[in-house]
């Protein structure tokens, strides 16, 4: 089982920025994918970015690409989302996934353990 705790939630302004971080624990994740994924009120999950477990590949949402970054440190087992100016419409609790096999994907569903989620609110 792997354990996956976000942090970083704020309130920044239009144009601000912010750094997520995900600490996992139980597990090495060091040959997990790792997604980031976020859900407004009343809207489906959607994805963010992510990356392979040895930081090689990484892909984005096109909304963000440019402004917030994937990074990871295997050595702390923890994953980072760097968002730079951020917008109204970046407003949504964030999300930490890992998957245990393949490559980075879009889809929720082929990730395999999920954080609780931290609040991220832009205003404008």
């Known amino acids: 089982q792997v354990q996956l705790v976000e942090s970083g939630r704020g309130l920044v302004q239009a144009g601000g920025s912010l750094r997520l971080s995900c600490a996992a624990s139980?597990?090495?994740?060091?040959?997990?994918?790792m997604g980031w994924f976020r859900q407004a009120p009343e809207k489906e999950r959607e994805f963010v970015a992510a990356?392979?477990?040895?930081?090689?590949?990484?892909s984005y949402l096109d909304s963000v690409k440019g402004r917030f970054t994937i990074s990871r440190d295997n050595t702390k087992n923890t994953v980072y989302l760097q968002m730079n100016n951020l917008k109204p419409e970046d407003t949504a609790v964030y999300y930490c996934?890992?998957?245990?096999?393949?490559?980075?994907?879009?889809?929720?569903?082929?990730?395999?353990?999920w954080g609780q989620g931290t609040q991220v609110t832009v205003s404008s």
């Open positions: 139980g597990r090495t994740i060091s040959r997990y994918v």
């Open positions: 996934a890992a998957r245990q096999f393949g490559v980075p994907s879009t889809l929720p569903s082929d990730y395999n353990y």
């Open positions: 990356i392979s477990w040895s930081s090689g590949t990484t």
